[in-house]
């Protein structure tokens, strides 16, 4: 049974088969099979052909098939790929003929061959007045990232790096980095931040005055202690426990009319 086609309509698929800047119309994980679908019935009496990229890579005519194997088609002519390589991507079409030679159906796909991420993992650093993480990828390409703080999306946030202020921080809090692109997600361990600040009276330098009365006082202990200043604020009669760190920062500041009592806890490691 011939079948026709009108010649417009196959000038037009021509143009559009195979646009300029397509994109992936499936996305496949390195290694992995795959079976481009094709699902045209009745080809037995018909001649299938199968292109990667322009080169023919399966021709079936009046039972005969070269080149390629029986084994790459479905019935229904879908193409059976096995093991994808990265060299397996690229524009993949089909052309089915009638016994008259004449074109009775042609489909194009484009696909892409990806490799799965690799696990990300997580740094920090601490300034002043903020934790910078940083998540670390082996390679970005096609990736896109997602922060998590106590497993909670954080909506937004998909740099490579991340930035939370001090103050917005609870001991419990831990942050994790995910990786994702179309084949796979993966997802850091979770990381818990240790960023430390100190209190200060105002005018006065964080440095001097930390050195000036907790190393004072580590004199008469042995050398390896942690410090820490514990500070009684008026306001609300909140306690609030700071630890300061081999190099304090410079980061908060508080009235002398507003504290009470500060002083030194020497507490060993």
């Known amino acids: 049974m011939s079948c026709t086609l009108p ?35 009745e080809l037995s009496s018909k001649e299938l052909t199968w292109k990667h990229n322009g080169n023919v890579i399966f021709k079936r005519k009046k039972g005969n098939i070269k080149p390629g194997k029986a084994e790459d088609i479905s019935n229904e002519g879908s193409l059976k790929l096995k093991e994808l390589t990265l060299a397996d991507k690229g524009t993949y079409t089909a052309e089915v003929f009638d016994s008259d030679g004449k074109i009775c159906h042609e489909k194009s796909f484009i696909l892409c061959v990806m490799e799965k991420i690799s696990k990300p993992s997580v740094k920090f650093t601490c300034s002043d007045k903020d934790v910078i993480f940083t998540c670390t990828l082996t390679n970005t390409e096609g990736v896109t990232f997602k922060w998590s703080q106590n497993r909670k999306l954080l909506v937004g946030k998909t740099e490579t790096t991340l930035t939370i202020g001090l103050k917005q921080l609870k001991e419990p809090d831990t942050f994790t980095c ?5 084949v796979s997600t993966e997802t850091s361990n979770p990381i818990k931040p240790t960023c430390n600040g100190t209190v200060c009276f105002k005018g006065l330098n964080c440095n001097s005055l930390c050195v000036s009365l907790c190393l004072s006082l580590s004199l008469c202990f042995c050398p390896s202690l ?40 020497v507490l060993i490691s």
Do not use: D, W
């Open 7 to 41: 010649l417009a309509f196959l000038v037009i698929l021509g143009f559009i088969s195979i646009p300029a800047a397509a994109s992936c119309e499936y996305y496949i994980q390195r290694g992995t099979p795959f079976s481009i679908p094709l699902n045209y019935k």
């Open 178 to 182: 995910s990786a994702v692109n179309n």
């Open 226 to 265: 942690s410090i820490f200043l514990l500070v009684s604020e008026r306001q609300k009669f909140k306690m609030s426990l700071f630890c300061s760190t081999p190099h304090p920062p410079t980061s908060y500041q508080l009235s002398q009319t507003r504290v009470i009592v500060v002083y030194c806890l």
